[in-house]
């Protein structure tokens, strides 16, 4: 049981370009998240899914797109990289809804020049 | 959304040292939690605490959810307990961090 994880580790993009972080769990949860986390800063939401197929916005979902076509899976892919989007990306799943404890992925550094 | 306050925003201790650190929340809600962020940025999860007492080793947690507050205490700390501590309430289907108090413990 690997929990939540999360490839790759660290990326340098060129501004314009686009990439995929992908976040895989294995606990069969329904419930999965993206959250950025720039310098000294705390966590905020990108985009969120409660199901295969359905998934939603968060705070600062600009840039970026998601998708979840199985329950395992939730990529997050972001189109046309800029510097702003420089930042550590976590992706995580909670055992239920609202209750149980949050798994977070090991992150994703991604750097964009 | 629901309002996540921490306090205080920064702390240094002295190895061997007792701290308490807040939660703040706004709301009422069904899930409270504390997170300890390490120097190499993982996030782990420290407790799941909605109410009660528990605790872990040096570490313990309060939440009084009526008074929508919740305590970490670290107790007798070590260098390793550097980093920074989260805590994140959730209703309905988002979750929601406060700042964050980061923790310098010098030896």
């Known amino acids: 049981n690997a929990g939540v994880t999360q490839t790759p580790k660290f990326r340098i993009l060129k501004i314009g370009q686009s990439m995929t972080l992908q976040c895989t769990q294995d606990?069969?949860?329904?419930?999965m998240y993206w959250y950025r986390q720039d310098p000294g800063m705390g966590l905020k939401l990108i985009y969120y899914?409660?199901?295969?197929?359905?998934?939603d916005k968060g705070e600062v979902p600009n840039g970026y797109n998601v998708s979840r076509s199985t329950t395992e899976d939730f990529p997050l892919r972001l189109e046309l990289a800029a510097p702003s989007q420089t930042s550590v990306y976590f992706c995580?799943?909670?055992?239920?809804?609202?209750?149980?404890?949050?798994?977070f992925g090991e992150g994703s550094r991604l750097t964009v020049l | 959304g629901i309002q996540v306050e921490q306090s205080p925003p920064d702390l240094i201790l002295q190895e061997g040292a007792n701290s308490t650190l807040r939660c703040n929340f706004s709301?009422?809600?069904?899930?409270l939690q504390w997170f300890h962020q390490n120097p190499w940025g993982q996030l782990i999860n420290l407790f799941y605490?909605?109410?009660g007492t528990k605790q872990n080793g040096r570490l313990s947690a309060t939440t009084v959810a009526t008074e929508r507050y919740s305590l970490l205490y670290i107790s007798s700390s070590q260098t390793t307990d550097s980093g920074v501590y989260f805590c994140?309430?959730?209703?309905?289907?988002?979750?929601?961090f406060g700042t964050g108090t980061s923790l310098t413990v010098i030896p």
């Open positions: 994140a309430s959730s209703l309905g289907n988002q979750f929601y």
């Open positions: 606990m069969n949860h329904n419930y």
């Open positions: 899914s409660v199901g295969a197929g359905i998934t």
């Open positions: 995580a799943s909670p055992r239920e809804r609202d209750t149980g404890e949050l798994f």
């Open positions: 709301d009422s809600v069904n899930n």
């Open positions: 605490i909605p109410s």
